[in-house]
């Protein structure tokens, strides 16, 4: 199990790494948004490559923060309903989704994925407006995150392991809320001056 543990942390390392530094993109699609917008109501002069550029830093962002969006446990779920049950329950909720609901859609995303791109890096497939970027690049940004997802799958599948089996401390009793949660807790008493 110390062999999959470590890992595991590697894989994490890894995510973490690509998360931190392909956010930083989204300051990157602002300034282009910014000055796009600027130029067209200055000089009323307009780039369709500048409009799609913004959108693949974007997807970049979206498709390829993922894996670590699910690393720092920031993924879309009823945390409501779950931190109402039990650790173990959750880390068993917890690991039939990674196994039986993240992983094959992950894997099939990247399988269906590869003759989408191939297709489209072969015709050297352009946009469809004028002056606008070649497309392939684009479209392999979701086999990339699959990939990348996969593999934090895999992670994520020996953490929840072991914790079930009581070897490492189980993630869910750190935090009994999620940030939203206490961030709508510290702003309701920041108005309401009330404390808990």
């Known amino acids: 199990m110390q062999a999959l543990l470590a ?10 790494v690509v998360g931190r530094w392909l ?20 000089f009323d002069v307009s780039s369709n490559s500048f409009l799609e550029l913004q959108w693949v830093l974007f997807s970049i962002v979206f498709l390829l923060c993922s894996p670590w969006t699910l ?9 409501i309903i779950n931190h ?15 196994v039986f609901f993240l992983m094959p859609f992950a894997i099939i995303l990247l399988w269906w994925s590869i003759p989408f791109f191939l297709v489209s890096y072969r015709q050297n497939e352009q ?12 479209k392999s940004l979701i086999m990339i995150a699959c990939v990348l997802l996969i593999i934090q799958g895999i992670s994520e599948i020996i953490k929840r392991a072991a914790m079930l089996a009581g070897t490492i401390p189980d993630s869910n009793a750190k935090s009994s809320a999620h940030a939203a949660e206490l961030e709508a807790e510290r702003l309701v008493m920041n108005i309401t001056g009330d404390k808990p």
Do not use: C
Request: charged share 15%; glycine share 6%.
């Open 7 to 16: 890992l595991s942390r590697k894989i994490d390392a890894f995510n973490t």
């Open 23 to 42: 956010s930083w993109l989204i300051v990157v699609a602002v300034i282009i948004s910014s000055a796009n917008a600027i130029i067209r109501k200055l």
């Open 71 to 79: 690393l720092s446990n920031e993924h879309i779920r009823i945390d």
């Open 84 to 98: 109402t049950l039990p650790l173990k329950v959750r880390g068993w909720i917890d690991m039939i989704g990674h």
């Open 127 to 138: 946009s469809f407006s004028a002056g606008g970027l070649p497309q392939w690049p684009a």
